[in-house]
């Protein structure tokens, strides 16, 4: 099951970034005194009473701004409180209960998701306690008095919005068909790509970037595998403001990668790959998920025999943080190589499902150090005792050394590459976890 999404919303400089970098655990928002500073929306990972669940800071809303900045800002809010589920309103005890928190109340009675009302900046109950009641008049239920600044009030916020989480015990039946997010920047062909493989107009296709908005699930069958298809769309056409709808595309890939196995990055041929993708396909790395990088529109360049050589070395460069992607070139508007791409998918889900016996790693291991002496430090060498596979997607494992200080990440970099070349691995991350042991446990 997917983790839940909590989403931080409110009005401007009410103090939504300082509130998310203290729950994220580190400043990654960009917090000024200037309403709209913080204009990408910025996810993190969290955890609170052993429950994992992503967190999402937006831009501030405000509801009836016509400044473009802001407008596009209270979309993305909007794309937030659709996706989460659970919503922190942000309000500001100094500055009161102002009318643009009643218009966003509006909004988020009408998502009917739980929403926590926070008031914000209360550093003294003694100075600002009285002040709290005021938001009563939201009509949304108890505010909680937290200062994010001084770190007040954090916990008791937390708990309250873990309450709202799905029961873990309540989780649907597991479903084991495998999942296929579509992700990539608007207008690359993730519908056309869709709309061919299911061979009729399921899903909108326009050529205007972003006609297609939140993630929609298309179930079909293969070779007698039945597949989910999840494309982060769903129709809601822009009127009159054109707008960067790149940095409204985070959210939307973030929840669609989040329940996924296998991640598609689709980049458009004529244009490049470009640094939005890398950030795309970063999130899919970051979640050890599955990923190929498919290059649409192939048909539309010219090529010569050394074309695909050239544009892979450029998408390995730009990709280098995941040096075992898959690629491939295909074309949504000719069918060509779509076959492939679910053959490829295929290979992938396998490798992100495989499992090593632990005898047959020891034996990697020790080649591996045999071949190449660990590093040491002041007169003291890196020794490792025993490795084992603890999980799968991505494939999980566990060494044991004498010192973790010692595991320079090259090492293990150089031990992942000894088991990529006994094993492949192709299309998905491993994952290391380092662990002391000392030499007397031996």
Excluded at 144 to 166: C, Q, T
Excluded at 417 to 435: E, P, V, Y
């Amino acid at each position: 099951m997917s983790k839940p999404v909590v989403a931080i919303v409110g009005r401007p400089n009410v103090g939504k970034s300082t509130l998310f970098n203290v729950l994220a655990g580190s400043a990654i928002s960009i917090v000024k005194d200037t309403p709209g500073v913080t204009r990408d929306r910025i996810y993190a990972d969290c955890n609170w009473l052993n429950r994992n669940f992503t967190l999402i800071d937006t831009g501030g809303i405000e509801p009836d701004s016509r400044d473009i900045i802001l407008s596009q800002m209270r979309e993305q809010a909007e794309i937030a409180i659709q996706t989460a589920d659970v919503i922190v309103f942000i309000v500001d005890v100094r500055q009161g209960m102002v009318d643009a928190d009643a218009k966003v109340a509006d909004m988020l009675r009408k998502s009917k998701k739980p929403v926590v009302l926070t008031v914000n900046k209360v550093d003294s109950i003694q100075k600002f306690g009285n002040d709290i009641y005021e938001f009563y008049n939201l009509g949304i239920g108890d505010p909680m008095a937290v200062s994010a600044a001084s770190r007040l009030g954090i916990g008791d916020l937390l708990d309250e919005v873990v309450k709202h989480f799905p029961a873990e015990s309540a989780q649907e039946e597991e479903d084991e068909r495998p999942r296929i997010a579509l992700v990539g920047k608007p207008n690359v062909g993730k519908s056309s790509i869709i709309n061919k493989i299911l061979g009729e107009n399921r899903v909108l296709v326009s050529d205007i970037a972003g006609t297609t908005r939140d993630a929609v699930d298309t179930e079909f069958v293969r070779n007698g595998t039945e597949y989910v298809l999840i494309d982060t769309a769903g129709l809601r056409r822009k009127n009159k403001v054109k707008e960067d709808l790149e940095r409204y595309s985070i959210i939307r890939t973030v929840t669609a990668v989040e329940r996924a196995d296998v991640v598609v990055v689709v980049i458009d041929a004529k244009e490049g790959v470009t640094e939005q993708d890398a950030k795309i396909a970063g999130i899919a790395h970051d979640r050890g998920k599955g990923i190929i990088v498919a290059v649409n529109k192939w048909d539309a360049i010219e090529k010569n025999d050394k074309t695909i050589y050239e544009y892979t070395r450029k998408l390995k460069g730009t990709f280098s943080f995941m040096p075992y992607a898959e690629y491939l070139f295909i074309s949504a508007e000719t069918g060509q190589r779509l076959n492939k791409l679910f053959d490829l998918i295929d290979v992938v889900r396998e490798n992100q499902a495989l499992r090593v016996s632990t005898g047959v790693l020891n034996e990697i291991m020790s080649e591996a150090v045999a071949m190449q002496q660990p590093p040491s430090d002041k007169g003291k060498r890196l020794k490792l005792y025993y490795i084992t596979q603890v999980a799968i997607k991505p494939p999980t494992f566990v060494v044991f050394v004498n010192d973790k200080e010692l595991m320079h990440f090259s090492y293990t970099r150089y031990l992942e590459n000894q088991i990529r070349d006994a094993f492949g691995f192709k299309g998905t991350s491993l994952k290391f976890i380092i662990r002391e042991r000392k030499e007397k446990e031996q």
